[in-house]
């Protein structure tokens, strides 16, 4: 912010202290400005000063689980110390103060996952000199966003039992304690070879926990689970677990 400035205006007279800078992209990038001041006598033109750059205030939106991030970014020659943060109401059609903080972000964790919101932020500010006006206040663009789920869930705890006598592997999976749980679907992959390449066993809906495997050629073989939430974000696979041939006994009599 403050680099590659371009003359967008002459203007005559000290007394004509606004301007409109009209038909600029400001929901996409922020502008900054700056003012030379010119004695401007016939015969008698030079540079009296020109004061520091200052930026508009520029919002982009992050998106996180179940809520929106809104982050600003300036650059000005004066302190900012409060910013008011508003999302669009549409039921009152207005724009409402979510948040005045100091800080240059807040989270708006009431956010519905498929729902388009919308945001603009207010700064104050003043010179640190006495004499100048303030508060300086200056509003940000609007800018929207739907609000989507991109966090995957927690990745799946998995065992792997061999009931010998029945001729299957039973297959557990859970999700950690701590997790946030909005699994939708589980995919369970297997080899029977422990270099092998692994193929999708099965899939299974967000209650189940188990699964019995009877395999057709022996029961050696490796498992992995992964789990999949609404919105087609997939974890990470769980750790591989295998089990080895079951060994058989004859006793004889004695």
Known sequence: LGEN?????????????????????????????????????????????????A????????QQESAVKVRLRNNVPWTN????????????DTYLLIGTTEEKSIIDDNATVGHEYCYYVKSY?????????????NLSQQV?????????????????????????????????????????????YFTPFLDGEYQVLS?????????????????????YINATDPYGNVSENSVVSCVDECSYYNLPNV
């Open 144 to 188: 929207c966003k739907l609000s989507v789920d991109t966090i995957a869930p927690c990745k799946p705890e998995i065992s792997v039992t061999s009931v010998c006598d029945s001729a299957y592997n039973l297959v557990r999976w859970s999700m950690p304690d701590s997790c946030n749980y909005d699994v939708e679907t589980y995919t369970l």
């Open 55 to 62: 930026s508009s205030v520029f919002i982009d939106l992050v």
């Open 81 to 92: 110390y409060q910013y008011e943060y508003y999302r669009y109401d549409t039921v009152s």
């Open 203 to 223: 899939t299974f809906g967000a209650d189940a926990t188990e699964y019995r495997h009877y395999p057709t050629d022996g029961m050696a073989g490796c498992y």
């Open 125 to 137: 500010g003043r010179y640190s000199l006495p004499g100048y006006p303030e508060p300086l206040e």
């Open 5 to 53: 400035f371009q003359q967008i205006a002459v203007i005559d007279g000290i007394d004509n202290t606004e301007y409109n800078d009209l038909n600029i992209n400001t929901i996409d990038h922020p502008f900054t400005y700056k003012i030379e001041f010119y004695n401007n006598a016939d015969g008698e033109r030079f540079l009296i000063g020109s004061p520091s750059f």
